[in-house]
């Protein structure tokens, strides 16, 4: 688990690399990449219920 000392020293890093300008568009980045990460796993795991619930059966009336 990190602390806050550990926390304060890697956003300390972070902003000597980026600069104050460039975090916001470091962060939109990084949401934006996280999303299509989540959508991607949410897809995924709809596709693998969708087949079986048609190997079982399920979705049939």
């Not at 939109?28 to 959508?39: A, E, T």
Request: avoid cysteine; charge should be positive.
């Amino acid at each position: 688990m990190l602390g806050t000392q550990e926390i304060i020293f890697i956003a300390l890093i972070i902003l000597l690399f980026f600069g104050g300008k460039k975090i916001p568009e470091v962060m939109k980045g990084l949401g934006k990449g996280v999303k299509s990460f989540k959508d991607g796993l949410n897809g995924l795991e709809d596709k693998i219920n969708g087949e079986e619930k048609t190997s079982t059966g399920l979705d049939k009336k």
